[in-house]
């Protein structure tokens, strides 16, 4: 379960980037071609379409990364394991051009990050990418049964030799305990250079068969 940022700064910060970046006009049904590749996608691997698949609508993520649509796609770890080559929980990623790729770390999520990402202008934006990365970093943790919520006030942003540097926390608030700290800097010109994640979760009690 991915946290909600504050509806009232996400506004904002969707408006201006998305007006910004030239966004504000994005193609209609986008959301339901990426779906259809993934589905595409799963139907080739054998049990692939058994699993769940939640669409990722976090604001940040959407204002973060307008061109690009993600998911996760979960799957039964008991009685029947998941699809060879799957997890329980998978995150999906579908580009602009309808490439489907699962992302197996969080090394791939930020390979994703550094080559789609908009420069960053101000710390509204610079707030709105870390709550991006944290909202899809917490699904490598995810089993899905835990919640988490990235604080407000766990995202801030420093100025230093020209660079803004930006932490955050994930926090786990509901079905386990932990949470993930990230960092990521931005030089000058408002380009992601640096990404640092730390921390960890642990699941609290049984879970449903």
């Not at 799963?42 to 976090?58: D, N, Y």
């Not at 999906?92 to 969080?106: A, H, I, M, N």
């Amino acid at each position: 379960m991915i946290a909600k940022i504050g509806p009232g700064i996400m506004m904002v910060v969707v408006m201006l980037w998305m007006v910004g970046s030239g966004r504000a006009d994005e193609p209609a049904g986008r959301d339901q071609k990426a779906r259809a590749a993934l589905d595409q996608y799963l139907a080739k691997i054998p049990r692939g379409s058994t699993g769940t698949v939640i669409p990722v609508t976090e604001s940040s993520v959407v204002s973060a990364l307008p061109s690009y649509r993600f998911f996760t796609v979960r799957y039964r770890d008991y009685p029947i394991k998941p699809p060879e080559s799957m997890l329980a929980n998978n995150v999906f990623t579908v580009s602009p051009d309808g490439q489907v790729k699962r992302l197996e770390s969080p090394e791939a999520l930020e390979a994703v990050f550094r080559a789609a990402l908009g420069p960053v202008k101000d710390d509204l934006q610079a707030k709105a990418a870390v709550h991006a990365w944290l909202s899809l970093i917490s699904e490598f943790h995810q089993d899905g049964h835990m919640r988490f919520t990235i604080p407000e006030n766990s995202l801030k942003v420093a100025v230093k030799d020209g660079k803004r540097i930006v932490p955050g926390r994930a926090v786990v608030v509901e079905g386990g305990k932990g949470a993930i700290d990230a960092t990521l800097t931005f030089d000058a010109d408002g380009k992601l250079t640096g990404v640092r994640t730390t921390g960890g979760v642990q699941p609290d009690g049984a879970r449903p068969a």
